[in-house]
């Protein structure tokens, strides 16, 4: 039987990870093994003690002793795992993990290397703030610039590879800088990626929103370094 290693940064979403937890494992995949992999990132509110009233759901579940990024937590997940397929999953509630067999399907039918979720490929991300879309548009494109893939979704969270392909990959960034800097190292490892589209329930800074124009900013920079 395949295996699907979900690996979940947390920092700071006690009001949001015991119910993603609950989507996830609430999901049905035909013939594949769930195994749910939480990096806490030296969380400050109480996400750990609602990650240890919870361990006996979760396969795997480690503990930064600082934090360090949304980068540095993916990459301690996938040394971490041990499925076929790795899908990344944030800990707040924008993305549903009901999507899940829709993205995995061309990486079982060997379609391609790698599965990006689309969020501009469906009218809900219309709803999501405009900065934010706008931003992600920008960057997308000039991502697509370095690395001739053709995306319309490089920021998108809801990323899934096999394991053989991302495990090859040294990845360096520890924040956001990781989503220009994984597709560049795709690209230049030659992976097949493809797009499918996606449902996205954004939700703002006042609901815990982490990302800022330094990420953006640090983003630009990470497209030219790592082209």
Do not use: W
Request: include cysteine.
């Amino acid at each position: 039987m395949k295996k699907l290693s979900i690996v979940i940064p947390c920092y700071n979403e006690e009001k949001n990870i015991e119910e993603i937890l609950n989507k996830v494992i609430s999901v049905k995949l035909e013939d594949i093994e769930k195994e749910i992999i939480v990096i806490d990132d030296c969380s400050k509110d109480n996400s750990r003690k609602i990650l240890e009233s919870n361990k006996n759901k979760i396969q795997k579940i480690l503990y930064h002793k600082q934090n360090m990024g949304k980068g540095a937590a993916l990459r301690t997940g996938f040394e971490n795992a041990t499925g076929d397929y790795i899908i990344i999953q944030d800990a707040d509630l924008e993305y549903n993990p009901t999507e899940y067999e829709k993205l995995l399907q061309p990486l079982i039918n060997n379609e391609c290397d790698v599965v990006y979720g689309s969020r501009f490929k469906n009218k809900s991300y219309d709803k999501g703030y405009f900065a934010n879309r706008l931003a992600n548009k920008v960057l997308t494109k000039i991502s697509n610039i370095f690395t001739h893939y053709e995306l319309t979704d490089m920021e998108t969270c809801y990323k899934v590879f096999k394991s053989e392909i991302i495990k090859k990959i040294d990845l360096r960034e520890n924040r956001f800088g990781f989503e220009p800097e994984i597709t560049a190292k795709l690209a230049k490892a030659k992976a097949k990626l493809i797009e499918v589209s996606i449902e996205y329930n954004p939700r703002s800074k006042n609901e815990g929103k982490k990302i800022g124009i330094k990420d953006g900013i640090r983003a630009i920079y990470c497209i030219l370094k790592y082209r």
